[in-house]
């Protein structure tokens, strides 16, 4: 009888070269409150990421692995952003999306690279949630309007059958990807 492997987890970010320096923090940060973490870590990136900073972050954690965000995306992030240039949304803002195509993962952890982890979180990949948000400081703190932003959200949510509350920024998120489709009721 051989030995089962352990189920494949991931920690995924996406990055530019201006976020550069806080996915060095964010993943440095993880492994040393991971130090046995055996999954992936997977860094979303679009063109614009030039190859020594991908060698940089190969040279600087083992089992590091590049992910180039999809044509459709940027496309489509780019059409969002000359839309509504007044909202502050990059295209950058959108490669998060990118985590739900990644396959070969019972968990995916996705981080915002300005993330730094100051406890362990295993207990998210033990979660038998299908998908777990959590705000960001603005979130957090809340802006002007944003409360009622939140519960507007958080009622649309509900009604849509997610059943926990959504935000339209995440800092962090972690889903199972052995439970597609729509949430259930």
């Not at 991931?10 to 040393?32: D, K, Q, Y």
């Not at 130090?35 to 190969?58: K, T, Y």
């Amino acid at each position: 009888m051989t030995a089962r492997e352990p189920p494949k987890v991931c920690l995924a970010t996406a990055t530019t070269e201006r976020f550069m320096p806080g996915t060095l923090v964010l993943i440095g940060s993880f492994l040393r409150r991971h130090p046995g973490f055996a999954g992936d870590i997977v860094v979303v990136h679009d063109s614009g990421l030039p190859e020594p900073l991908r060698e940089v972050l190969a040279a600087a954690f083992d089992g590091v692995r590049f992910h180039p965000v999809s044509p459709e995306l940027v496309d489509r992030a780019e059409r969002v952003h000359a839309a509504l240039p007044q909202r502050g949304f990059t295209p950058a803002r959108f490669f998060a999306l990118e985590a739900f195509r990644l396959g070969g993962y019972r968990k995916v952890l996705f981080c915002d690279s300005d993330l730094l982890f100051r406890a362990p979180v295993d207990s998210l990949f033990d979660s038998p949630q299908a998908l777990l948000c959590c705000g960001d400081k603005a979130y957090l703190e809340g802006r002007p309007g944003e409360r009622a932003r939140r519960v507007r959200l958080q009622v649309l949510a509900r009604r849509a059958g997610a059943g926990a509350p959504a935000h339209r920024r995440s800092g962090a998120g972690g889903m199972d990807v052995r439970q597609p489709g729509r949430p259930r009721r």
